[in-house]
């Protein structure tokens, strides 16, 4: 039984120096020279990943929805604008109006945080909130 044991001892020793070396022997590297040496589907997933990140930036990803009372004599901010944003400020501004006898709904399109079209001050709410603080 002791034998056992000391062969385990033995066996997690070098284990534990064999991986002292390996750690040694990568952590000195560069993460340059460690991607030349990458195997060719390394790389391709890298190539793959930066083209998810580029893409990714035009991802509507910046939202925000404004809740209000369109008319006075209509209450519940049953009216919204919602603003659906790039990562360079283009995208949408869909609107609903919610009035006694019926709706209607407005999109207007937004580039670089602005749009062309005049924006209620809901609207324009909407696209001020949308946008990502400055770093």
């Excluded at 750690?23 to 590297?29: E, V």
């Excluded at 893409?55 to 919204?80: C, I, K, N, T």
């Amino acid at each position: 039984m002791i034998w056992w044991l000391v062969l385990n001892l033995v066996l997690a020793v070098a284990a534990g120096g064999l991986a002292a070396m390996a750690w040694r022997r990568t952590s000195h590297r560069g993460a340059d020279e460690i991607g030349e040496q990458a195997p060719g589907d390394v790389l391709a997933l890298r190539r793959e990943v930066a083209a998810l990140q580029a893409e990714g930036h035009r991802a509507l990803r910046h939202l925000s929805v404004v809740r209000y009372d369109a008319f006075p004599d209509v209450g519940g901010h049953q009216s919204w604008s919602v603003a659906l944003l790039d990562d360079s400020g283009d995208g949408v501004v869909l609107t609903s109006i919610h009035g006694r006898s019926g709706g209607r709904s407005y999109a207007k399109a937004v580039g670089s945080w602005f749009s062309e079209q005049p924006l209620s001050p809901e609207e324009e709410r909407s696209i001020a909130l949308a946008r990502p603080a400055p770093n």
